[in-house]
């Protein structure tokens, strides 16, 4: 069974950076496992913010948080990681990681389609 923690999450200053780690345990997630960010503001819908490939390192980005935020991963220690830039109020959320198999890029999935989870870390951008 495969496990997700996030953390690194936060109040922070609009302007400020953040970087959220998602560690990985029950599964090797260098063996195609994709790897998502998505998030959840009060009274919206859980959104994909970035995710990456496992084969070619791919990355998507929203539109929203593109060249703001970046996404990587270290197979070495499991793990993943978004890099938060130029953060805005709108950014407040909670930030999810997640990961699952897929045959295509990661880009063509919904959240919906994870069936891996981590329990979610805040993000709060306010001054």
């Known amino acids: 069974q495969v496990q997700l923690v996030e953390s690194g999450g936060g109040l922070v200053q609009p302007g400020g950076s953040l970087r959220l780690s998602c560690a990985a345990s029950g599964a090797t997630l260098s063996y195609h496992y994709v790897i998502g960010w998505f998030r959840q503001a009060p009274g919206k819908e859980r959104e994909v913010v970035s995710c990456?490939?496992?084969?070619?390192?791919?990355?998507y980005y929203s539109d929203s948080v593109k060249d703001r935020f970046t996404i990587s991963r270290d197979n070495a220690k499991n793990s993943a990681y978004l890099q938060m830039n130029s953060l805005k109020p709108e950014d407040t959320a909670i930030y999810y990681c997640?990961?699952?198999?897929?045959?295509?890029?990661?880009?063509?999935?919904?959240?919906?389609?994870?069936?891996?989870w981590g329990q979610g870390t805040q993000v709060t951008v306010s001054s």
């Open positions: 990456i490939n496992s084969s070619d390192g791919g990355t």
């Open positions: 997640a990961t699952d198999r897929f045959a295509l890029g990661c880009r063509y999935y919904a959240p919906n389609e994870y069936h891996y």
